[in-house]
Nanobody, 118 residues
Framework: QVQLVESGGGLVQAGGSLRLSCAASGSIFSINVMGWYRQAPGKQRELVAGITGGGRTNYADAVKGRFTISRDNAKRTVYLQMNSLRPEDTAVYYC????????????WGQGTQVPVFS
């Protein structure tokens, strides 16, 4: 059974930094795109950043220049380095991955809270 487990969230002051990690485990044959989404209270879930298996990245306009997504394919882990955090970055952050075990499916982590206070 494939699982994605996030870590690294927590309370942070505006202007500070956090690094989120998400590790995939289980009977995995391959991992394609991985990414991070977030959902703020009362809002829809939105894409934060994505990264292909080859390292191509894309970002939401709101985080460009402040957040960096990366991955370690050997460790089956994706990271989100978040700098210059703002109160509007407050959300639950979810990891996602397009993963093939017996078939290719999209998997989600359980989410990690990132409250940013001013």
């Amino acid at each position: 059974q494939v699982q994605l487990v996030e870590s690294g969230g927590g309370l942070v002051q505006a202007g500070g930094s956090l690094r989120l990690s998400c590790a995939a485990s289980g009977s995995i044959f391959s991992i394609n795109v991985m990414g991070w989404y977030r959902q703020a209270p009362g809002k829809q879930r939105e894409l934060v950043a994505g990264i292909t298996g080859g390292g191509r990245t894309n970002y939401a306009d709101a985080v460009k220049g402040r957040f960096t997504i990366s991955r370690d394919n050997a460790k089956r882990t994706v990271y989100l380095q978040m700098n210059s955090l703002r109160p509007e970055d407050t959300a639950v952050y979810y990891c996602t991955g397009n993963i093939r075990d017996t078939r290719r499916s999209d998997y989600w982590g359980q989410g990690t809270q990132v409250p940013v206070f001013s």
